[in-house]
Nanobody
Framework: VQLQASGGGLVQAGGSLRLSCAAS????????MGWYRQAPGKQREFIAN????????NYADSVKGRFAISRDNAKNTVYLQMNSLKPEDTAVYFC????????????WGQGTQVTVSS
């Protein structure tokens, strides 16, 4: 599985950005996809994920009500709509795909920088 992330950039506080993550390769093996982020000097943290088949979603408390994850199965793409951005959302955002066939494997895309200015 290969993941291509895009959509990061610089935005003012209160603004919005949409990240995209396109998957290719052994798509059939993917159970869920999501996003993590890592700020300088901090550990990578979970942001949101979506179950590919059901569309069920999970969010970190820090982004609930502001971020929305969605998928377009026809395009093998997952989106992260980020609204009401705060300076503390500044981080490198990483796309993740978890495959469960034939075994559990995590795949990662290249990071995309999101910078929120105050």
């Amino acid at each position: 599985v290969q993941l291509q992330a895009s959509g990061g950039g610089l935005v003012q506080a209160g603004g919005s950005l949409r990240l995209s993550c396109a998957a290719s390769g052994s798509i059939f093996s993917i159970n869920h996809m999501g996003w993590y982020r890592q700020a300088p000097g901090k550990q990578r943290e979970f942001i949101a994920n979506i179950i590919i088949n059901s569309g069920s979603t999970n969010y970190a408390d820090s982004v609930k009500g502001r971020f929305a994850i969605s998928r377009d199965n026809a395009k093998n793409t997952v989106y992260l709509q980020m609204n009401s951005l705060k300076p503390e959302d500044t981080a490198v955002y990483f796309c993740n795909a978890r495959a469960t066939i034939p075994r559990t494997i995590d795949y990662w895309g290249q990071g995309t920088q999101v910078t929120v200015s105050s």
